[in-house]
């Protein structure tokens, strides 16, 4: 029903900052709770942020509070992610993923759609 391709990864050095974006196809895209995930090389893939369909409520991992922000522009069918004060240990592949329903979603289960993602490398 949707398509996403993430985008905005690449290399950068501990405390900068780096925005993905998340273009969504094929679909409307204001009908889809949008999820941040995240793989690291050797670890599973965890959750990083979530956004209702309307962008009036999110949450997000511990681990990326008060330095990460999601949000969306259902105007451009994107979903973005700020990420500022970016430490080693945020380096992984960031994936987007989309559910047709209302609410906010943690769980990489929930979700049924997903992007192809893209790299983050932080070095220190």
């Known amino acids: 029903q949707v398509q996403l391709v993430e985008s905005g990864g690449g290399l950068v050095q501990a405390g900068d900052s780096l925005r993905l974006s998340c273009a969504a196809s094929?679909?409307?895209?204001?009908?889809?709770?949008m999820g941040w995930f995240r793989q690291a090389p050797g670890k599973e893939r965890e959750f990083v942020g979530g956004?209702?369909?309307?962008?009036?409520?999110?949450y997000y991992a511990d681990s990326v509070k008060g330095r990460f922000t999601i949000s969306r522009d259902n105007a451009k069918n994107t979903v973005y992610l700020q990420m500022n004060s970016l430490q080693p240990d945020d380096t992984a592949v960031y994936y987007c993923?989309?559910?047709?329903?209302?609410?906010?979603?943690?769980?990489?289960?929930?979700?049924?759609?997903w992007g192809q993602g893209t790299q983050v490398t932080v070095s220190s």
């Open positions: 956004i209702s369909r309307s962008g009036d409520r999110s």
């Open positions: 094929g679909s409307t895209f204001s009908r889809y709770a």
């Open positions: 993923a989309a559910r047709n329903t209302i609410g906010v979603f943690t769980r990489s289960r929930e979700y049924g759609y």
